[in-house]
């Protein structure tokens, strides 16, 4: 079923999601193989009910979920259903192969990577990995035994998987980032904010980040009280509530809109649509260590502050973070420290022009911009060797 016709239209799996840091490289690899190669069939397998469901078909792609799920490392007796779905999904993306016959499969992180791959390499479909951390999960390495080729981010991943099949390519940044930009007076104004002051852009994913959100609650007073910096700050949809509620006991004033009257260096949302401007605005960034983000964070020279999730497989957050902070290329404030560090460190660190200077120079020199069409055209040889 993998076999190349010549004039046939290249058919292409593309399977992960689960988290916007997933998504958004994903689509931009199965943009740059549609630029390369515009008459490719694409094809996505998500997780049901997961967020590229929705997201991957706003893209202008097709998408079929998995009933797949992660595992729980807290509640293990919860796993005897995860791993009755991991077998359903097994079937089910056996079924979508079949029906597909798809010439390669790419692997991008999520749940829904796992069986899909795991099934294309059993039927003898071709597979590459993008492997977005600086530390390799479980899945991936076991994927790895198969897959034909593994594209990486960072330096030194011959330690979990074989040297001759790893390919240095970065991580697949959304294509609005860099094609949308926009002078920093422009967007700082777009927030209705002052040009003349810093501006501290606080993210936490698309769903949003407990720490980094109850930190930000607990200093609503000293972000009031220092008129002189502005924060732009993205809650995720989980938490916008909680926040809002917040902001009315601290303030009396229920909020409204994005802009606070009574914190008016204060600008709050679930979810931020225009990043482009929004990068453009800040001076300093203040953020999960997801992959996905740090590959933005190099790409436009932000300084940035990186509080690393402790909720994520093998801990590969933390060891994205301190691999930019050896190179003296981000500021690491520890999930458990953030409450008593993070404000004071971010206020330090915006004021001081020069420090901001050399991590956004740091920074920039691991920037690799292209990387969604350097992941394309590997895809691509594949299909070329059938």
Not at 124 to 132: H, M
Not at 203 to 224: H, P
């Amino acid at each position: 079923m993998n076999k190349s016709h010549n004039g046939e239209a290249p058919r292409i799996i593309i399977s992960g999601g689960g988290t916007g840091g997933h998504i958004f490289p994903a689509v931009s690899i199965a943009n740059a193989i549609k630029e390369l190669r515009p008459d490719a069939e694409i094809l996505f397998v998500g997780a049901e009910g997961r967020m590229e469901m929705q997201r991957v078909p706003d893209a202008g792609y097709k998408i079929i979920g998995l009933p797949v799920a992660g595992f729980d490392r807290k509640r293990l007796w919860k796993n005897f259903a995860v791993i009755i779905k991991l077998l359903r999904s097994q079937l089910k993306a056996r079924r979508i192969l079949k029906e597909f016959h798809p010439q390669v499969a790419v692997g991008v992180g999520g749940y829904a990577s796992g069986p899909t791959l795991k099934v294309a390499g059993m039927m003898g479909v071709p597979t590459l990995i993008q492997e977005q951390n600086s530390y390799a999960g479980v899945t991936n390495k076991l994927l790895a035994q198969k897959a034909c080729k593994i594209c990486v981010a960072y330096d030194g991943m011959e330690k979990f998987f074989p040297a001759d099949k790893i390919i240095m390519t970065g991580n697949p940044v959304r294509q609005n980032l860099l094609a949308n930009k926009q002078s920093r007076e422009a967007a700082v104004t777009s927030f209705g904010f002052n040009p003349e002051k810093k501006t501290i852009l606080i993210l936490g994913g698309s769903l949003g980040a407990r720490t980094i959100n109850q930190t930000l609650i607990a200093a609503l007073d000293t972000i009031k009280a220092h008129g002189d910096i502005q924060f732009i700050w993205q809650t995720g949809k989980i938490y916008i509530q909680q926040v809002k509620d917040a902001i009315t006991t601290t303030t009396g004033e229920a909020v409204r809109n994005p802009r606070i009257s009574a914190i008016p260096n204060l600008y709050v949302t679930d979810f931020i649509k225009d990043m482009a401007s929004a990068y453009a605005a800040a001076d300093l960034v203040i953020s999960r260590a997801g992959a996905g983000s740090i590959s933005e964070f190099c790409l436009l020279n932000k300084p940035v502050i990186l509080v690393p999730s402790p909720n994520v497989a093998e801990d590969h957050q933390t060891k994205n973070a301190l691999a930019l902070v050896d190179k003296e290329a981000a500021i690491y404030v520890k999930d458990a420290d953030a409450m008593k560090h993070l404000i004071p460190v971010a206020l330090e660190t915006v004021a001081d022009a020069q420090k901001l200077k050399t991590l956004s120079e740091n920074i920039a020199k691991l920037a690799l911009p292209d990387s969604a069409t350097i992941i394309a055209k590997e895809v691509l040889k594949l299909i070329d060797k059938l």
